[in-house]
């Protein structure tokens, strides 16, 4: 069987993975690591980047026609859209749609795809697990590897791809809860699953590697998940770590709910390793790459996204059959028209007299109700502001790359729950460009406002403001009216 190729894309570099997969196994030819060169990422000169990439897949013996792109969790927005339940055929453009009215860009300046969520008792709607990833991105990609005589096979998302393999290495009861969780370097990934389908994809920066900062993350994970899947109860967590930092997580398993199952790359059950690995190479990055060669969950691919099936077209056909049965009930139908539009006459009468009796009453209370009307939803917007706070500071992405040296909190009228005004400091201006991102992703209403150099501090030198909307929930909130 012939290898597959498989590039795990990131900004810096790629790993070029060469393997097959049988079954829930995987056998791993070859691995290597390239990172950019001066002057040749592909965002900015993708004819150099294609140029060392074929350089380097033929100085490490790689070969492919073809490959498979694995794109780290953090270069695409993932939401969870709520969605009428529909014929499937019907369900990518009511998709397309909803994805347009939440994202801050043109929609067909985007690639969408979408993970249909199982159905959850006492819900009229149904739900996807939306993705979209910026158009150039793919263009930037397709152009690299079309330098290296590669052909682009798909985009995958790593999240997809950390499920498949943390699924593959212990047994995963359908209705459990299982939190797949992979550490490169101080980024956590994390992909929760539950009833065959991957509900959540996350990925976070931790300032601190130990154990605690795991855990504490784990639990705020698992509770932002509560507010779209309910009440979530942990069966397992399979957590893959490089073999260097796996005494370091031994102790894990007192911190967290549900039973542990800590392991490296290389002891996973599901790899098969067949070849001798480069030193330097951190084998932490293999498992997403590798897990999209499994495809036991349905996938995202941003290459070949799901689109409105073209249903064929009989409606000659039924037309003369429709036309055969309406002239046969017309005769009956028109009969029961006659007698029902009668009643409706009668009805709209009686209806116009009791609404002229209504209004009559309310005009002389009209003081008194708009006076209720106006304490009670004073009294529904009671906000508790350090739990506003609390939710801004979870959805921050940490004071690694950005903190905030103003805040200013109010409640708010008409659609809005609260309002928040900050004024902020990043590292660069791709962190305030991602801030943006997740507080749309989060469900914020977010104004951009300009971002600009400035002195105040050296560390952090971009100055940004945060303009932010929190939307009445339709349905729960997460603030409690207080006593």
Known sequence: MADSLILNWARNGVVAVAATASGQTIRLNQAAELVWPENAAPKQNPQAAGEALKTFLRQAGITGDSARICLPRDQVIVRHLDVPRVPEEELAEIVQMQAATKSSQPVDQLLIDFLPQPDQPGRELGSVLAATLNQSVAQTIEKTLKVAGIELEGIGLSSLGLAEFASASTQVAPQELVVAAELIGSRLEVALIRQQTIQLMQTSSLADVSSESVASEFRRILFAAQQTLGDVTVGQTVFFVGADEFQQFAGLSSLIEGQLTLLTPEDAPPLKIAASLPSDLNTSR??????????????????????????????????????????????????????????????????????????????????????????????????????????????????????????QFDVALGKNLAKVHAEGQAVERDVVEEVYREFDSAGFNVTPAAIRSGRRDSEYPVEFELSLERPVATETTTNTPRS
């Open 286 to 407: 293999l498992i997403a790459p590798l897990g999209l060669l499994l495809n036991q969950y349905p996938g995202v691919d941003f290459f070949h996204p799901r689109e409105k099936r073209v249903v064929q077209d009989d409606s000659r056909r039924k037309m003369a059959i429709y036309a055969a049965g309406i002239l046969t009930i017309l005769s009956l139908g028109y009969y029961r028209f006659y007698v029902y539009v009668r009643d409706l006459d009668r009805q709209i009468s009686q209806l116009q007299l009791d609404e002229s009796n209504l209004k009559s009453g309310l005009a002389n209370g009209q003081m008194v109700l708009d006076t209720d009307a106006q304490l009670k939803e004073w009294l529904d917007r009671d906000v508790h502001t350090l739990q506003e706070l609390d939710l801004t500071q979870q959805t921050l992405p940490g004071t690694g790359s950005v903190y905030l040296s103003e805040y």
